[in-house]
């Protein structure tokens, strides 16, 4: 005879309803997601902190050419043939010189890998000099250091836009053009981290300027500068400059 305290209950056994199941799966489903997104911006994180770092490493090599060099920054390929361009002439100041050369975010990495190019370009104002119509340079001449009145306020490099080509001639931008949003966005990744949009106005990007100083600044408000006239590759305090 089984003993009393090993009888099987007869009280019924509840089972889930469909709602509680369908309330399970959508709790599992919303974990999962946030942890997809989590997991998607970490990486979006990274990529921005390796990439304001390449752009760091960069600066500090633009100013020890510099002082090599008695004060001249490097020529970009305006001036310059392919093999001379300004980021091959920072080689031997950088250490893992492809990963810097590359942004971590850029879709075109690999090619630009394999082109040798660079996912970094120069601000056309200080590294391309302007040449008049019989080949001689005019206008006021910004590639030395000491040329530039406001270092802290200038632009340096940007990162390029997923248009600008993938082979070393396609080293620095072209500012003059920069006078609408459409211009700025031809050559600068204005929106490379965080969300897309049509029109580029959303997420940000990483800017290096002359003191060596790398800010990450809102595609906004890059949009809302330019639309009120305002050349942000320019640099202050110059006069002469188109």
């Known amino acids: 005879m089984r ?24 709790m599992i489903a919303g974990l999962a997601l946030l942890a997809v997104v989590g997991a998607r911006s970490m990486l979006q994180s990274s990529k921005q902190a390796a990439s304001a770092g390449n752009l760091r490493n960069l600066g500090i090599a633009l100013h020890l050419y510099a002082q090599e060099h008695e004060g001249r920054f490097p020529e ?12 091959y002439s920072l080689q031997q100041y950088l250490g893992n010189f492809d990963e810097v050369r590359l942004c971590p975010a850029d879709p075109n990495r690999l090619q630009r890998l394999k082109s040798k190019g660079t996912s970094y370009i120069l601000n056309s104002y200080i590294f391309v000099p302007q040449i008049g ?24 490099a940007v990162i390029c836009s997923d248009r600008t080509g993938t082979g070393p001639g ?26 897309a949009s049509a029109d580029h106005s959303q997420g940000r990007s990483s800017y290096l300027f002359v003191d060596g100083r790398v800010e990450s600044i809102p595609a906004g408000e890059l949009k809302r500068k330019t639309q009120a006239g305002v050349n942000v590759a320019k640099p202050p305090g110059v006069k002469g400059l188109p």
């Open 170 to 195: 396609n080293d620095h931008t072209h500012s003059n053009e920069w006078n609408s949003w459409q211009g700025v966005c031809r050559d600068a990744a204005v929106d490379r981290f965080g969300r």
């Open 133 to 156: 119509p019989f080949g001689d340079t005019i206008g006021p001449q910004l590639n030395r250091l000491q040329s530039i009145p406001e270092p802290s306020q200038t632009l340096m």
């Open 76 to 87: 970009t390929t305006h001036t310059q043939e392919l093999e001379g361009a300004w980021v």
């Open 3 to 26: 003993h009393p305290l090993f009888r099987e209950s007869t009280r019924p056994r509840r089972a889930f309803t469909l709602v509680e199941l369908l309330v399970v799966v959508a």
